[in-house]
């Protein structure tokens, strides 16, 4: 099997921006990926540098060329971005090459990973916060949310109780995560997570640093009772070497944006290596399952839309009863509805690359 | 398809050569064999070289009718299987035999080659040469390294720690037999934990007088983070340890305090998986992974689909009496061939000849650790190695 063209087009999936990547192949199969929109011209670029005439099984090998193709200008950020994509492209390639869903490719036994309901809506009133959790709670089993914090300390302390209100109709015992996104110092971060820990047992605070700062996250670690859990602001594997070697983490995120499902999966590993769990970030389709199924310490899936929005592309996700489950389709479970893609482009697109 | 069935056979071979170290520097050429099977309900069979003696009876429970796909799944269930008692020892050497047939298993079923499985681009990966020397003449240590040259092996890494006048004579010996494939080659010492940490930094600095040394390996005791990082600090060298330590968590203390410069992975020691694992932790850090030796060279199935592998060590003592390959040695690197899993299928007849003729050789079950190790230096005796003559 060969790579020999790749085809992308923009979408608007509820608040985002999305690109959609496929990776055309010699046979029938086509690998699909969908991540962020600004990467579409460099998916292209790679693709022709890289990975025409290749074989998608030597993902591995692949995913080294391309970023070693890119060592001396930038494989960072945007670059990072692209080859990321790319590498879950391949990775579908080469399960459905075998018939098999991603997370059996990856040798991970069936995925159960345990579930948090992440809110994306700090602007939105009380009334739908509660309302948003507590449906999550009743319609997938929910046993965790995750509330977006910092600005104002009154409310945030109002939001939690909500947020803990309606998880609990259906688990008093629901677990309360917060997430400030690099908004506070680490001092601040210790005064307001304190106050909040009077009233609720938190399981995590997220990016209460900004993400380079391993003194700062440290710092806090030490400052709070509830864990610290960041990284997913990082690119890749060597830009966690400060926090493992600080032990400024106590959970480490992972996404398929830290190099692709190849990057992720090494991550993963090296948290394992140090005895800390990993928190999947949320993903289009939650496709995130499949790899937690591979991760030794996959502690919990971040969930923003239980069911893909927008209808373009299905997943084979599932979320019931506070878990993700992964099914049988071939490859990472990510269907394009191409009628549905056609209208849904936005102008411009699709781009076809390759000969 | 689903696991249902192993076997697991144990032999003694007697190698073409005797191999040695500073333990053990007279050598031995009788060596332990062992091969387990994996059986599933499709006819197709997972191998494993090595260790995969007595223990699997206890582990297989865990792992039965399972789907061997299912590789890193499985490898954590058997993990949490022998949580309570520990997976160190006999168990981890079983765990791990069951973790590499799982993983062939898996390249077998999808029909390809185990590199490719694990995703790597060529099934090609370099190679240093090491002697396991420390019993071979100073003519037989020429002609191994001599005939690794021919292959276009431009590394080589040399058994020392007794003799300090005659390693530096060997060190050159080994130089020059290699200096055909390289004006430069890569020179390595490895004294298996025989020094205390200030005596190899002693030892180490006499010699970097003279050659380059590119990494000396165990220098200290394979735990102790405190001597490793101790002679790091003091020597120019890089220091390689870690093949006596199996799981990530023992490598844990060494990479969290900088005791290692080049980290030995084996699969038969921590499993394909954990053979990974070790890897991508490392890879964290920077630090590069160099498999150990192996029958068949088999593990270069794994090393080449690992992103921060340098080079592996080929010893060819001649082990693989029952084994049937295609790998061989050109330019230098291990070329992987496109049988499907590792590529290795066992000769019945000549096995079952083995086990019914047992060869009579030299052998220490298990491989000792020499007086005055970590202490004081016992040089070999006269006639104890051949470059050592008797009176």
């Keep these: 099997m060969k790579v020999t063209a790749i085809e992308t087009s923009l979408i608007r999936c509820g608040r985002d921006l999305h690109c959609v990547a496929e990776l055309r192949t010699d046979s029938e199969l086509v690998g699909v990926a969908v991540g962020r929109e600004d990467v579409r011209a460099l998916l292209g670029q790679i693709t022709d540098a890289v990975l025409l005439g290749e074989d998608p099984r030597a993902v591995t090998g692949l995913w080294q060329r391309m970023f070693d193709a890119r060592r001396k200008s930038d494989h960072g950020g945007l670059v990072n971005a692209a080859i990321s994509m790319l590498d879950v492209a391949l990775w579908d390639l080469k399960a459905k090459a075998n018939a098999e869903p991603l997370w059996k490719t990856l040798g991970g036994s069936r995925p159960r990973i345990n579930v948090h309901a992440s809110g994306f809506d700090p ?61 506070w110092s680490p001092k601040e971060a210790i005064r307001k997570v304190r106050e909040m820990e009077e009233r609720f047992d938190l399981t995590w605070v997220e990016e209460p640093a900004r993400r380079w700062d391993f003194l700062g996250h440290k710092r806090v670690s030490n400052g709070i009772r509830s864990a610290v859990c960041a990284g997913e602001s990082l690119d890749t594997l060597g830009d966690f070497l400060p926090h493992f070697h600080e032990r400024s983490l106590d959970i480490v995120q992972v996404g398929t944006w830290h190099g692709g499902i190849t990057g992720a999966l090494q991550l993963a590993d090296a948290a394992f290596g140090f005895e800390l769990p990993v928190m999947l970030c949320a993903s289009p389709g939650n496709m995130h399952a499949h790899l937690g199924a591979a991760m030794p310490y996959c502690m919990s899936m971040e969930v923003v839309d239980p069911v893909p929005v927008g209808g373009v592309f299905a997943t084979d996700v599932r979320i019931e009863e506070g878990w993700a489950v992964a099914g049988d389709r071939p490859g990472n479970g990510l269907v394009i509805d191409h009628e549905a893609l056609a209208k849904a482009a936005i102008a411009g697109s699709p781009a076809s690359r390759g000969p | 398809m689903r696991i249902t069935g192993f076997r697991s056979e144990v032999y003694l071979m007697k190698a073409d050569r005797a191999v040695g170290d500073a333990n053990l520097p007279e050598g031995v050429d009788l060596l332990p064999g062992s091969i387990l099977y994996l059986e599933t309900d499709e006819n197709i069979t997972g191998i494993s070289l090595g260790f995969g003696g007595s223990s699997v009876k206890a582990l297989f429970p865990a792992i039965e009718g399972a789907d061997p796909r299912e590789t890193v799944g499985l490898w954590t269930r058997l993990n949490d299987w022998v949580h309570k008692a520990g997976n160190e020892g006999e168990a981890n050497y079983a765990l791990s035999a069951i973790d590499i047939a799982l993983w062939d298993l898996k390249a077998k079923i999808a029909d390809e080659p185990l590199w490719r ?36 092996v431009d590394s080589g890494k040399l058994k020392v720690g007794l003799d300090l006048k005659a390693d530096l004579r060997r060190l050159a010996i080994m130089r020059d037999a290699l200096s055909i494939a390289s004006p430069r080659p890569n020179l390595m010492i490895d004294s298996n934990e025989y020094w205390s940490p200030k005596q190899a930094v002693r030892y180490i600095r006499q010699m970097e007088e003279k050659f380059d040394l590119t990494w000396v390996e165990e220098p200290a005791r394979r735990w102790d983070y405190d001597g490793l990082r101790l002679v790091s600090k003091q020597v120019a060298a890089a220091v390689a340890t ?12 060494l990479i969290a305090n900088e005791a290692v410069d080049v980290l030995n992975v084996s699969a038969l020691h921590s499993g394909v998986t954990g053979c990974r694992q070790i ?113």
Excluded at chain 2, 243 to 253: F, G, L, R, T
């Design chain 2, 242 to 253: 870690a093949e006596n330590i199996n799981s990530i968590a023992d490598v844990y203390p």
């Design chain 1, 123 to 183: 602007s939105g009133s009380d009334d739908s916060l509660f309302d948003w959790y507590r449906s999550l709670a009743k319609r997938f089993g929910f046993r965790g949310g995750k509330l977006k914090v910092g600005f104002d300390q009154e409310a945030d302390l109002r939001r939690l109780g909500l947020m803990q209100q309606a998880l609990a109709e259906c688990n008093p015992e629901a677990e309360l995560m917060i997430d400030a996104d690099e908004c």
């Design chain 2, 279 to 391: 890897a991508n932790m490392a890879r964290a850090f920077d630090l590069p992974v160099s498999m150990m030796n192996c029958q068949a060279n088999f593990m270069a199935q794994v090393a080449a689909a690992l992103p921060n592998h340098n080079m592996m060590e080929v010893v060819d003592p001649g082990r693989e009496h029952c084994l049937k390959f295609a790998s061989r040695i050109e330019d230098g690197h291990i070329i992987l061939g496109d049988a499907p899993g590792f590529g290795i299928e066992i000769d019945e007849a000549k096995l079952a000849e083995l086990k019914a003729h047992p060869p009579v050789g030299k052998g220490r079950f298990p491989f000792p650790r020499r007086e005055g190790a970590g202490r004081y230096i016992v040089p070999p005796a006269p006639g104890e190695v051949p470059w050592r003559r008797g009176r």
């Design chain 2, 117 to 152: 499985t694990l995703g790597a681009r060529e099934g090609r990966v370099k190679a240093y040469a090491s002697g396991l020397d420390y019993c071979l003449s100073d003519e037989e240590l020429f002609a191994f390294y001599r005939r690794m040259a021919e292959l276009g």
